[in-house]
């Protein structure tokens, strides 16, 4: 039988001390060796909302993702996130506060809570009153009730600050808002007198802003001469953004142009992409939605966007 040798106890101390030295050993050679870089990548999204029509102005709701195609500065960008559901939106109400807005204010009213009242009902909205000054009446709520007490005014007085009230209901909503997508309507009925901020840096603004601009101008009452700059003013701002604008022939024809704004925007065609050319170069990207489908169709969506980093929320 052979005997088993056991080692002494100074031996086994001895390999316990060497063994704990090369283990120092190893985890100084560790820390010394280059480490393999880890490189984070987020890739940039450009979502886009739109709004499909025939040729008879009829709206077009049940295309297939495989309908549509995005160009970005002539390129076909490659379609990323389809949605044709209506899904919640963070919405803003700017209305004129103006003198001349006195005897319209009940059917504007009339027509804004009717727009509320026909929106999805996960909406959040807010309320922004303007005259000379511009003032957040009623911040964002999903309350009606709220929203009937803040709408109604008696005031009517001043100017027109309609360039301020846009850059400030950009400003609540990318500061303030929950949902993704975000809108703002404007109606009023004349030509801007007392804004501060430019035509030119409005539209900088929108062209960097995801928030769709719609409005509706009550001009029927105003010379022609005014009439056509407030139109070509409110064209201008709303096409920036793919945004809508109706021009209603009277004060019986608000609430129906505010039932029919709120019914496109609930049947609009959520597109998203991955752009080709990530950097944000403060460059203008022409963008241009094309959709396919039994008849010829016409695509409303915004027409560009400034590659700029997006503000964040706080």
Known sequence: MTERVFPSRRAIVVRIFILSALLLVDAALAQTKPKTPVFSVELRIVALQATVKNNAGEMVTDLKREAFT??????????????????????????????????????????????????????????????DKVRVDVPLTQDVAVLEAGIARVDSIGGTALRDAVEAGETYLDQHARHKRRALLVITDGVD???????????????????????????????????????????????????????????????????????????????????????????????????????DLKVRARPGYLAVPQPTSP
Do not use: C, W
Not at 195 to 220: F, K, M, N, P, Y
């Open 193 to 295: 007198n007392a804004s501060t901020i430019t035509a030119q840096e409005i539209r900088q603004h929108a062209d960097r802003s995801e928030v769709a601009i719609h409005a509706i101008g009550l001009l029927s009452d105003e010379q022609p001469a005014r009439a056509k700059k407030a139109r070509h003013d409110l064209d201008d701002l709303t096409e920036a953004t793919g945004g809508i604008v109706y021009f209603p022939s009277g004060l019986d024809e608000v609430s129906a142009s505010a039932l029919d704004l709120a019914h496109q925007i609930r049947s609009q065609y959520t597109l998203a992409y991955t752009p080709l050319r990530q950097e944000l170069d403060g460059s203008y990207r022409k963008l241009r939605v094309v959709a396919k489908g039994s008849v």
């Open 70 to 131: 995005v160009f970005e500065d002539g390129k076909r960008q490659p379609i990323t996130l389809f949605n044709r559901e209506d899904v919640p939106v963070s919405l803003g109400i700017a209305i004129d506060n103006s003198g001349s807005m006195r005897l319209k204010r009940e059917k504007v009213e009339a027509a804004a809570l009717a727009f509320v009242r026909a929106s999805n009902p996960q909406d959040e909205v807010f309320v922004l009153n303007f005259g």
